[in-house]
């Protein structure tokens, strides 16, 4: 197990770390004081370039390029907008810090708001969230209440407020253009871009949209210095990939959970080492989803092809995919991404059928409705898994998903329609063998469940036989 | 679906619930912002989204109530219809599905006589399915009203959901997620 000093979530072990003393007490606010004390808004910019944080909310657009954007008019309000909206499914690690080290993120906004010029944040957190709003707006208080929000935080001349604003249940606001039209009052549906929000965001205002990671991980870069920040990543700095941050892994491992380590760690490391290795020993891993269910799954047994030495991938030529770091462009040219960084680990008892059924039933209830080729598409891809699933498919079905995922690709308002297409292409393409089988015989009841192999374990293994006797059955 | 008597009650707001009220609608540039928050207020108040909430959010955010309902309609964690006096979501995607989230939800449904969608007869727990609660690694889990219970196994749930009937209200800690310390 490789030993990394916890950096971003190091508080997180400390009794009552959510409280503004206990966090102090560890560092919190130091990297405010200083930066609002003895900085320039350029020299705090700087620092978040050199940084190089790659945003943590999964398209990983570098955070100080972000900022640069922003060119308000005379007269013109700047907002910060947090997202934490975490829906993702498989992406459960921005909880960890609202619920843990809120604080963090509240110095990070401080920060940010100086830097950018903006007096208010508004943190966009889902609902079903409520202890992470609760500690939040504690946090909000606590820091008002010592001067640290307010009309002059640090004694600077700089009046910032944040405002704590729940979501109510729609996982396309997190997208942030849907986000920004969901915290003005209105339908969660995503907007046309341009214009950017950086240019027109919040309540028509020039606005920066960053993700929960992404503000907490300010204050280290302001502490460490941006490039010695940058350089923890174990990635070259050519890169651009810097930094530590929050790996999140679940399913068939023996112990899931939210890990931080540097940029930079393999899928082996994060699925072996951190994740304790499979859940069960016989039963190998088949595919892992590397960063969020909208990312396309990758097989252990896919190797690296890249013969050419000035290919940026040629240094892990025959490699496996989870041999290859885990960085924002390697995992593009893998042809999946890195998205959330949260891995969904599948073992050999999963039907991969049932696995994309179950996330394409998830984007079909997402969409928003807007685009027709996501609209329908959403609905056509479920509809087909449900035929192939009950043994109503044909053989052209499986090619059916592969043009309905094609035409739903690249002509759409938002990102949703292609971060479901992306994942349905290649769950058809590494795993036809199964989808074809799908196609000639159905699944079997044990293959719908994705559950199947640890039911006995959660149950007793006796009482499995009579209790699937006796449910009440025909919920899917 | 079955109608719980008690939770068809005209909308009555606290002195308490109209300060919080007041207090959201000074937070925003503009008062419609508001109406997610209000929403949410007025629900907590009498457990469900009914016409009257709308109307009194149309009126007192200075919108049409058609617009208020476009946005009811959009979200989900507004309930349309009235509820159990408890609601328990069972996360049913992937991550939750691969360690047992459709055993759970078995599980509630045979000890509560219902299917997912549906509300006991004798009014106490409605009975849903979430999408994916940001609870991934921690699966399978279950929200009961504000509160998320992870790490579960059917044991488990029976007994968080006996406590529950008998009026105890079990923190989230006691099977919440702990920090990962090992590479601290
Ligand atoms: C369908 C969809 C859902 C998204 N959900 C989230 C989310 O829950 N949290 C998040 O931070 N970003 C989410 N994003 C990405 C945001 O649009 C945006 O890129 C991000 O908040 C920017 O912050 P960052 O640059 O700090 O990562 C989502 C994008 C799409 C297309
Ligand atoms: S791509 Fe889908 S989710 Fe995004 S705006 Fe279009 S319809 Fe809505
Ligand atoms: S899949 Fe259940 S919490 Fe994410």
Not at chain 1, 143 to 156: E, I, N, V, W
Not at chain 1, 300 to 320: I, L, Q, R, T, Y
Not at chain 2, 42 to 51: K, L, N
């Amino acid at each position: 197990m490789p030993d990394y000093k916890n950096i971003l979530s190091n508080r997180y072990p400390l009794a009552q770390s959510w409280t503004l003393a206990v966090a102090e007490r560890a560092g919190a606010y130091g990297p405010a004081k200083k930066a609002l004390g003895t900085m320039t808004p350029e020299q705090i910019k700087n620092e978040v370039k050199a940084a190089n944080i790659r945003g943590r909310g999964g398209a990983g657009f570098p955070a100080g390029m972000k900022w640069g954007f922003l060119n308000p008019k005379p007269g013109q309000d700047v907002y910060l907008v947090i997202n934490a909206d975490e829906g993702e499914p498989g992406t459960f690690k921005d909880r960890t810090i609202m619920e843990k080290d809120p604080h963090r993120l509240i110095e990070g906004c401080i920060i940010a708001m100086y830097a950018i010029g903006a007096h208010k944040t508004f943190i966009y957190v889902r609902c079903e969230l409520v202890l992470s709003i609760q500690r939040l707006e504690a946090a909000v208080k606590e820091a008002h209440a010592k001067g640290y929000l307010g009309a002059r935080p640090f004694g600077k001349d700089h009046a910032m407020e944040i405002v704590v604003h729940p979501g109510a249940g729609a996982y396309i606001c997190g997208e942030e253009t849907s986000l920004l039209n969901s915290l003005e009052g209105q339908r969660g549906e995503p907007r046309l871009k341009p214009p950017f929000p950086a240019v027109k965001g919040a309540f028509g205002m020039p606005t920066i949209v960053n993700n929960v990671e992404t503000i907490a991980s300010v204050p280290d870069v302001v502490a460490m210095g941006g490039e010695p920040w940058s350089n923890l990543s174990l990635l070259p700095p050519e890169m651009k990939d810097g930094g530590t941050r929050l790996y999140g892994i679940s399913g068939h491992v023996l112990k899931p959970g939210v890990f931080e380590a540097p940029v930079g760690i393999t899928l082996r490391e994060l699925i072996y080492d951190f994740g304790g290795g499979m859940l069960h020993a016989g039963r190998p891993l088949k595919g892992v989803i590397p960063g969020g269910s909208s990312t396309p799954v990758l097989r252990p047994e896919d190797k690296v092809h890249a013969p050419d030495p000035k290919s940026p991938m040629n240094k892990w030529h025959g490699k496996s995919h989870l041999d290859v770091p885990m960085a924002v462009d390697t995992m593009r040219n893998l042809g999946t991404m890195l998205g959330t960084c949260c891995a969904i680990v599948m073992d050999s008892s999963v039907n991969m059928v049932e696995a994309s059924r179950n996330l394409m039933k998830f984007y079909h209830h997402e969409s928003c409705g807007q685009c027709t080729p996501c609209r329908e598409g959403t609905g056509w891809l479920e509809d087909t898994l449900n035929k192939l699933a009950s043994g109503r498919g044909k053989a052209s079905d499986v090619d059916l998903l592969v043009d309905i995922s094609n035409n739903m690709m690249g002509n759409t308002i938002c990102a949703l329609a292609d971060g479901t297409a992306m994942p349905m292409l290649a769950f058809v393409r590494k795993y036809r063998k199964e989808f074809l089988e799908a196609a000639d015989k159905g699944l079997s009841p044990s293959q719908t469940r994705l559950d199947e192999a640890v039911r006995a374990a959660l149950v007793g293994a006796a009482r499995a036989q009579s209790h699937a006797s006796h449910a009440v059955g025909g919920a899917a | 679906m079955t109608t719980p008597a008690q939770s068809i009650a005209p909308l009555t707001l606290t002195p308490d619930q109209e300060r919080r009220i007041d207090e959201i609608l000074g937070r925003y540039p503009t008062r419609r912002a508001a109406c997610i928050p209000t929403l949410h207020v007025c629900q907590e108040a009498i457990g469900w989204v009914s016409p009257d909430v709308i109307a009194y959010v149309a009126q007192r955010l200075g919108m049409a109530t058609s617009e208020v309902q476009g946005v009811v309609t959009f979200y989900t964690m507004y309930h349309q219809a009235p509820v159990g006096k408890h609601v328990l979501w069972v996360c049913r995607t992937l991550s939750c599905d691969l360690r047992g989230g459709k055993t759970i939800q078995e599980h509630a449904e045979k000890r509560l006589g219902c299917h997912a969608g549906e509300t006991t007869k004798d009014g106490t727990w409605t009975l849903k399915k979430a999408e994916c609660l940001a609870a991934c690694g921690y699966a399978p889990m279950v929200q009961i009203d504000d509160r998320f219970y992870e790490n579960l196994t059917p044991e488990k749930l029976d007994a968080l959901m006996d406590r529950i009937e008998k009026g105890e209200m079990p923190t989230q800690e006691e099977t919440a997620w702990v920090p990962n310390t090992a590479s601290s």
